[in-house]
């Protein structure tokens, strides 16, 4: 009688579990297509493509520390996915000062190593100094306490949302250069499709936003101007800090600090740009393991891997960074033809909330990627290393792109386009930012292809091909993802 009770307790605890976790996956679906859907109208007529170009930036800003260059904006295959791309690069002792954004972005250290660090809202400032934390008066003294500052490196992907500041110091020798995608068609943004950038601090240059629509001739004369002005800032223009319109009085009473310094805040007379140079080292909290957790660590840290369960992660404790480098990370390895590996929001779940997720691809000499289509996404290729070959073609049958890529060029392959990759002489590396949390892509050749799901009898009508071609058709390529070079390829680099 008891374990019969028992039994019917256990089912009907199944039972309500399953039906909880069904609501929650409808929720989901739902909630990911209301997302899907606003990005849909917000880039009806967008992607009429007919032609697309491997793109450099097309405007460089010059700041005292570093240098930031935009690509077109008004280029279609920008407009098509509904993203603006930026590229940072950050000297020795450069802060990028804080900024937030209207819309998420994802950021790829492409070199150097240095600090990052965002400021979720609501979340208390968890590094105290020592004085701090025994509840001394934090406006006495030098005393201080922050969020968190996370130490990042070259192959580092950092997940930023809509509305949060952040900022980025370079304490190495070498630059600190970060690539970054803002999605403006993203459901985060409630703005329109340009990108802004809402900087605390300085006095930043109106060219750092967004100029979607803008007539060309406007574009390049600012290029122009600060070529020539060669950084000192006299002849640009400014945009100023969100402080800037802010009455003295106000901002005086907001901080309880006097109009003096409240006047000095708004930087109206800062020509330094949005790069500037510290003086002398940056101090921060920072954590470093004790010997207990080195210990610790070496002895069951089992490579430093983690379970999760759903609970340890809150949104102010959340994970914003993931390496994309780490050879061990691999999705998909072939000795002959290199790698991929994948960031998405399964081990990178903050990217679920911002809708965005990214591919590093390593091709070694020759190597091709498999020809595909990316299914649910599409796929923003910054090109950070060697030289290839792209095709691209669109539903028609027809090429968008044949050519050759090189380093620091941005090719977009826009969702279903048929696309392969191969790899020069030198090897091809590309980091692909995807509008999906969750891209995929459905490959043509080789293992795991569309072509090797379909019987052979059907490819043999289909192309009007004998059985015995669709037979090698089907499985004379048995790697999958990344192939190593065939005998065409090795004939034609000899």
Not at 110 to 122: F, L, T, V
Not at 249 to 262: G, K, M, P, S
Not at 283 to 300: C, D, K, M, V
């Amino acid at each position: 009688m008891a374990s019969a009770s028992l039994l019917s307790l256990a089912l009907c605890s199944l039972l309500l579990l399953q039906a909880c976790s069904a609501q929650l996956d409808t929720s989901q679906i739902w909630g990911s297509r209301a997302r899907h859907s606003l990005r849909k109208s917000q880039q009806q007529n967008e992607c009429q493509i007919r032609r697309i170009n491997a793109q450099e930036p097309d405007r460089r800003i010059t700041s005292e520390a570093g240098t930031t260059e935009i690509w077109d904006e008004n280029d279609d295959q920008f407009r098509c996915a509904g993203v603006a791309a930026i590229r940072h690069t950050i000297e020795q002792r450069g802060l990028l000062l804080p900024a937030y954004s209207n819309a998420p972005k994802l950021i790829y250290v492409d070199q150097g190593r240095g600090y990052h660090s965002a400021a979720i809202p609501g979340c208390p400032e968890t590094y105290q100094s020592e004085q701090e934390s025994q509840s001394q008066d934090p406006r006495q003294g030098s005393k201080d306490q922050h969020q968190k500052i996370r130490k990042i490196r070259q192959g580092d992907i950092i997940a930023i949302p809509a509305g949060v500041a952040d900022w980025f110091y370079n304490d190495a020798q070498s630059p600190l250069v970060l690539v970054q995608i803002m999605d403006t068609s993203n459901f985060q943004n409630q703005l329109d499709q340009n990108f802004r950038k809402f900087f605390l601090a300085g006095n930043p240059q109106r060219e750092i936003q967004g100029q979607r629509g803008q007539p060309a001739s406007h574009l390049y004369q600012g290029s122009e101007r600060r070529r020539g002005g060669g950084g000192s800032g006299s002849q640009e223009q400014r945009s100023g800090n969100i402080f800037q319109a802010f009455d003295e009085q106000f901002l005086a009473e907001a901080f309880n600090i006097d109009t003096d310094l409240a006047r000095r805040i708004k930087n109206e007379n800062d020509n330094r740009g949005i790069i500037v140079r510290v003086e002398e080292q940056l101090q921060f909290l920072s954590a470093e393991f004790s010997e207990e957790e080195r210990e610790s660590s070496s002895r069951g840290g089992r490579s430093g891997r983690w379970t999760a369960n759903g609970i340890e992660e809150t949104f102010c404790t959340a994970r914003l960074k993931h390496n994309i480098n780490d050879p061990s990370r691999a999705d998909i390895y072939n000795p002959r033809a290199g790698r991929l590996t994948t960031i998405n929001s399964f081990n990178l779940p903050i990217l679920q909330y911002i809708q965005l997720s990214a591919q590093k691809g390593f091709l070694y000499r020759n190597a091709i990627m498999t020809p595909h289509w990316n299914m649910n996404a599409h796929s923003i290729n910054y090109i950070t290393r060697g030289s290839g070959q792209i095709q691209i073609v669109n539903e028609n049958g027809e090429s968008v792109f044949d050519g050759q890529v090189q380093e620091g060029q941005i090719i977009t392959a826009p969702q279903n386009f048929a696309v392969i990759k191969r790899a020069g002489n030198d090897g091809l590396e590309w980091i692909s930012f995807k509008t999906n949390d969750q891209a995929k892509i459905n490959q043509i050749a080789g293992r795991a292809s569309a072509i090797r799901a379909i019987p052979r009898d059907v490819i043999a009508n289909a192309f009007a091909i004998s059985r015995e071609e669709a037979q090698r058709i089907k499985f004379n390529r048995q790697e999958i993802g990344i192939f190593s070079p065939g005998t065409r390829s090795r004939g034609r680099r000899d």
